[in-house]
């Protein structure tokens, strides 16, 4: 009887541990893992200078229709030409979705809000839709690949889990050809 306790014990310690050292998901660039907290700093010191430099008047604001994607585009350029952000509001029958890229060093940081409507725009003449539920999502895109925000983890993902209809700068600019 004493030995199956042990056994049990011991089983429960190991699956703890085990649950414990579970490997999470990361972002590394260049061999180095990126960590929440960097990210975070990131994200806050570009905020930051957006910021600043908008009040400032050394960001250019060009907006522009996508027909390809039924989209507005909207990019934020400083005053050498870089691309400092794009914000892309997606409109749809059954709702609405507000994507924003930043890029931020060697990744682009994504935020996507999605709102769902409670029917179809057309559907009704006397009413406006409400919107029913929102989602938000964020994310990061290194390279060719896709990590979605959860928690304080980054967790390997893809464009369909994401929604993302672009992944680069260079999509992006494409669809205003």
């Not at 260049?30 to 905020?47: A, C, M, R, V």
Request: hydrophobic share 35%; glycine share 6%.
């Amino acid at each position: 009887m004493k030995k199956s306790i042990k056994v049990l014990i011991l089983i429960t310690l190991l699956s703890l541990l085990a649950a414990g050292c579970k490997r999470e998901g990361g972002l590394y660039i260049e061999g180095k893992k990126l960590s929440f907290t960097e990210l975070n700093n990131d994200i806050s010191e570009f905020y930051s200078k957006f910021a600043t430099d908008a009040w400032n008047k050394k960001i250019l604001i060009t907006d522009k229709t996508s027909e390809e994607t039924d989209a507005e585009l909207i990019r934020y350029t400083d005053l050498e030409g870089n691309v400092l952000r794009y914000e892309i509001v997606m409109y749809g029958e059954t709702g609405k979705a507000t994507l924003d890229y930043y890029f931020i060093k060697d990744y682009i940081y994504v935020k996507r809000l999605s709102e769902h409507y409670t029917f179809p725009i057309n559907a009704s003449e006397e009413n406006m839709p409400y919107v029913l539920y929102r989602t938000f999502q964020e994310g990061i895109i290194y390279k060719e690949d896709i990590y979605k925000l959860e928690g304080k983890s980054l967790v390997k993902s893809n464009v369909k889990d994401m929604e993302l209809p672009y992944t680069s700068l260079a999509e992006i600019e494409k669809t205003l050809k």
